[in-house]
């Protein structure tokens, strides 16, 4: 598997668009850049988007709340 990817290779990798990468690059996706050429190293993006894991999801907890109160 290719170890270092351009922005275009990189969205494609995983599932976001451009816009979206570069976004994340502005707020902290560890990157390289030569001249005008970013590169992202496969390893840092999927360090990064761990830092993103949910274990629960506390919208749906929210919603079993306040739903429960109509319930029976």
Known sequence: MQEWFK????????????????????EGLPHSRI????????EWMDEYF??????????DEM???ILGDFKE
């Open 63 to 65: 919603v079993d709340d």
């Open 50 to 59: 761990k830092s993103f894991k949910v274990e629960h999801n506390q919208v």
């Open 7 to 26: 922005v275009k290779q990189a969205s494609k990798y995983c599932g976001l668009s451009e816009a979206t990468l570069r976004k994340l690059l502005k």
């Open 35 to 42: 001249r005008r050429t970013i590169l992202i190293k496969r």
